[in-house]
Nanobody
Framework: QVQLVESGGGLVQPGGSLRLSCAASVSISSINIINWFRQTPGKQREFVALINSRGDTNYRPSVEGRFTISGDTANNAIYLDMHSLKPEDTALYSC?????????WGQGTQVTVSS
């Protein structure tokens, strides 16, 4: 079983930056894929970025070049560095992990981009 705890959300002005963290209860090297998703009320949850156990990454087009996903094996954490934030990036951001053929979710951290 894997527990995921997100942190780092908050209120930021347009153009600002935030770093989200996803702390895992197991070694991230043992997790096949870790994703960041986001959701706003009334909308479907959408994929943001992923990193796999080889370190390969992928992003939704609207965040590519502004967001970076990375892994920290020393702290068993996955980070999402977000820059040039826009109001449309406002959402509840959650991390998701595929581990031993099961899927796990964290509780999420709220990001609000507003002046």
């Amino acid at each position: 079983q894997v527990q995921l705890v997100e942190s780092g959300g908050g209120l930021v002005q347009p153009g600002g930056s935030l770093r989200l963290s996803c702390a895992a209860s197991v070694s991230i090297s043992s997790i096949n894929i870790i994703n960041w998703f986001r959701q706003t009320p009334g909308k479907q949850r959408e994929f943001v970025a992923l990193i796999n156990s080889r370190g390969d990454t992928n992003y939704r087009p609207s965040v590519e070049g502004r967001f970076t996903i990375s892994g920290d094996t020393a702290n068993n954490a996955i980070y999402l560095d977000m820059h040039s934030l826009k109001p449309e990036d406002t959402a509840l951001y959650s991390c998701n992990a595929w581990y031993q053929q099961k899927n796990y979710w964290g509780q999420g951290t709220q990001v609000t981009v507003s002046s």
